[in-house]
């Protein structure tokens, strides 16, 4: 999508656009608050201020729309479709990696009730795996801060990827 034609979208309109983003309605009102944008860069900085630092209950509604880590998002949601695209930079993850992958899964679900999240693009099976096992000493505040900065990291990839 073009800038100037999100930039003259109505509000609502506007706020689909972003949703699959990050679903958190604070941080998409402010998204949408600051329009018109001269670039992308000034959208993304938008979105680094707005809704920061995330609340607990914002970050288990926008965790509700990501899948495990090595896992394929289901459904033909836009949100699921982005999951897919971000994961297939991960390649077919196979034995030894995919059995770790779903141990430290498990274990890190077991330790902070949540799934664990990370941004995938850019990232390779192994960096993944090296940062859940290092996430899994966090304590459960450190934890919830370094989601909500996941969570605003995959935001940013995604604004990128629709407006670059």
Excluded at 20 to 28: A, E, K, Q, S, T
Excluded at 99 to 116: H, I, K, M
Aim: charged share 30%; net charge negative; hydrophobic share 40%.
């Amino acid at each position: 999508m073009d800038l100037d034609e999100f930039n003259r979208l109505p509000a609502d309109e506007a706020h689909e656009v972003l949703r699959p983003c990050l679903d958190v309605d604070r941080w998409i009102d402010g998204v949408v608050a600051g329009r018109p944008y001269a670039d992308v860069e000034s959208i993304l900085d938008s979105a680094r201020r707005s809704a920061d630092p995330l609340h607990d209950d914002e970050i288990a509604q926008a965790l509700s729309h990501h899948p495990r880590i090595g896992e394929k998002a289901q459904g033909d949601s836009a949100e699921a479709q982005l999951s897919k695209n971000e994961q297939a930079g991960l390649g077919a993850i196979e034995g030894s990696v995919q059995e770790r992958l779903a141990a430290g899964n498990s274990a890190y679900e077991e330790r902070f009730d949540r799934v664990f999240l990370i941004r995938a693009a850019g990232r390779d099976p192994e960096e993944i795996l090296s940062e859940l096992e290092r996430r899994m000493n966090n304590s459960d505040a450190d934890e919830l801060a370094e989601v909500g900065e996941q969570l605003h990291q995959i935001a940013e990839t995604r604004l990128t990827g629709i407006f670059a």
